[in-house]
């Protein structure tokens, strides 16, 4: 297991370095100059040009890189141009909320997508299966904006129920809204790969063989098919959570989330480029640490996985 983890770890530094390479090219392709942005709309060309010495950017291009990794891989990722505030501050500020927005999205995501799924499965072709499956191609097909906004509207503006956006003093009530908006399309997802696998492992014939020995049928689905047909749904799971956290920029958008998706949108709109480099950042890292996180639970589902 050390082992793995160690090779994982060590494969995973070219992704991080290729993921800090396209950053720092897409920040360097974006419009807009930054030392303009700081200096204001009434900036004189002598400021701006100091500001530009400053920075950095009046340097070639591959010193302005090696720069921007050597910061990267330090975390000194500079201040914001909108509060002069620490970038790596900036992002671990709003980490509490899009964590508490994100766990209790997954949180109605999983157990809802897991039941769609395998009551699809274990009644396939009933009307059960075509119902569920219905729930799961609208809940994959509703864009998120439209499903947050259609709540707002039936909850909070006609039948005044939940309010419609902000954090509030943290309470559930402000944190309803935006987790059903942000676990519907997970739960769809879920309920769909759910479905898929499971019609896979109870076709097999070890299956045929626990019914024949006159075992249990709640044993035959959960004990033996669920767990064999997990690792697909672990897999979706340990994709859609790190997204979640690092940022659901529609939702905490629409519902004025103070966390990091917001954060994102809040930088792109006022040409924050040093946020921007952070926000992507914190996402590749969360990406990469999911991914071994998954890894290693298939070893618990599959005993047949070993990592030497």
Known sequence: MGRYIARRLIAAIPVLMGVILVVFILSTLVPGDPARILSGQRGDPETIERIRHEMGLDLPWYIQMVRFYKDALTFNLGRSYRNNMKVTQAVISRIPASAELAGAAMLIAIPLGMILGIISAVKQYSLWD??????????????????????????????????????????????????????????????????????????????????????????????????????????????????????????????????????????????????????VLFMALIFLAATLIVDLSYGFFDPRIRYE
């Not at 939940?162 to 987790?179: F, N």
């Not at 690092?246 to 998706?261: K, V």
Request: with cysteine; hydrophobic share 50%.
């Open 130 to 279: 075509y119902a569920s499956m219905i729930l799961a191609l609208l809940g994959v097909s509703t864009p998120v904006f439209f499903a947050g906004l259609l709540m707002i509207v039936i909850f909070c503006v006609l039948l005044g129920w939940l309010p419609g956006t902000g954090y509030g003093d943290g309470s559930l009530t402000y944190l309803i809204l935006p987790a059903i908006t942000l676990g519907i399309r997970p739960a769809a997802l879920i309920a769909r790969i759910t479905r898929s696998s499971m019609l896979e492992v109870i076709r097999q014939d070890y299956i045929r063989t626990a019914r024949s020995k006159g075992v249990h049928e709640r044993s035959v689905v959960f004990r033996h098919a669920l767990r064999n047909a997990m690792i697909p749904v672990v897999t979706v799971i340990g994709v859609d959570v790190p997204s979640l956290l690092s940022g659901a920029i529609l939702t905490e958008t629409i519902f004025c989330w103070p966390g990091i998706g917001r954060l994102a949108y809040e930088a792109v709109i006022n040409r924050d480029f040093p946020i921007q480099r952070g926000v």
